[in-house]
């Protein structure tokens, strides 16, 4: 099996307080590994590092066997290794494809490349993936008209336009509808089946990563606390007492600052963030 991402020790700083605390974690060629613990537990901070958005403060990154530990985010990108994030970054003013276009070329070629013309390459390649992500009825929409589902799917879309290999996903089900959850789980498990495509994905909603994944590693306070099958871990007593033992309100993982984008829980009410944006 071959290895395609693999941290090891990875330490990342933020004054006296210590995000990321000797990280071991490692995703296989073409596998979905699910990254799962109380909010604050680093699991963004962790992202952050393995992209190379974020220096470390010790530690040793791999990815498809070349050290990229001091690499910075776009050759990390252009290697084959995306990602999205928490807090949705899309273009609201621009059309759904305008955004596929654009992330190619942001990723691919940095600054420089978003005064480029869009090829034709690059308008195929965001019609298929529009077209594999059930968006392109919505290929001329304008962003920020889109549902919080719909934007997400939207967001993987545009992490697939560099045809990586490892999708780094944060949080791909916050601030969407409970509904359409399924219809996510269902697309990057296609994703994953026939474009080999390998996800680390990070997540409050348990049951979604353990609908998609054979492994999952669950942080808490900067550190691994547990690692194995979605049921082995989601049993463990660690893990449970790391989400539910903490009066302060652990039981609550990934409330975020902006409501817009906190989430809803495993088998809870619906969120109100789905349906047509203004
Ligand atoms: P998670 O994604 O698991 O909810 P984060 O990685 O966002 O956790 O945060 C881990 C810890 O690091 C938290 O205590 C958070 O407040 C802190 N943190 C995250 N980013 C920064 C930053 N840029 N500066 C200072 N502290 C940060
Ligand atoms: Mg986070």
């Known amino acids: ?26 995703v296989a060629a073409g596998k979905m590994v699910g990254l799962i613990g109380p ?6 901070t962790l992202f952050d590092c393995l ?13 498809c066997g070349t050290d990229i530990t001091g690499r910075r985010a776009h050759d990390v990108a252009r290697m084959g290794m995306s990602r999205t994030f928490q807090i949705i970054r899309v273009y609201r003013d621009l059309s759904v494809a305008e955004n596929m276009h654009l992330s190619l070329q ?6 420089p490349g978003l005064f480029a013309r ?15 992500l059930l968006l392109s009825r919505l290929r001329h929409e304008r962003a920020g008209n889109l549902s919080g589902g719909q934007r ?29 959850v399924a219809d996510i789980a269902d697309r990057i ?4 089946a026939e474009q080999q495509v390998a996800f680390l994905l990070v997540e409050h909603n348990v049951q979604f990563v353990a609908d998609l994944c054979e492994r999952v590693v669950v942080l808490d306070q900067g550190a691994v606390l547990a690692e194995g099958t ?23 993982p990934d409330g975020e600052a902006d409501p817009a984008e906190s989430a809803p829980r495993t088998g809870e009410s619906a969120s109100s963030t789905e349906g047509p944006a203004s």
């Open 106 to 111: 942001w990723g691919a070629l940095g600054l």
């Open 152 to 180: 997400r799917l939207l967001e993987i879309g545009m992490s697939l336009m560099s045809e990586p290999r490892l999708v780094l996903l944060d949080e791909a089900t916050s601030g969407v509808n409970p509904t359409l």
């Open 118 to 132: 869009t090829d034709a390459a690059t308008r195929r390649r965001a019609d298929e993936l529009l077209d594999f």
């Open 230 to 252: 979605p049921g082995e871990v989601t049993q463990d007593p660690a893990v449970i007492e790391a989400y539910f033992g903490d009066p302060g309100g652990g039981a609550e």
């Open 39 to 44: 909010n604050g537990s680093g699991k963004t």
């Open 189 to 192: 498990r296609a994703v994953n």
């Open 51 to 63: 992209s190379r958005v974020q220096a470390v403060d010790a530690g040793l990154i791999r990815f």
């Open 1 to 26: 099996m071959t290895v395609l991402l693999e941290a090891r020790g990875v330490i990342k700083r933020f004054g006296g307080l210590t995000a990321v605390d000797g990280v071991d974690i490692s």
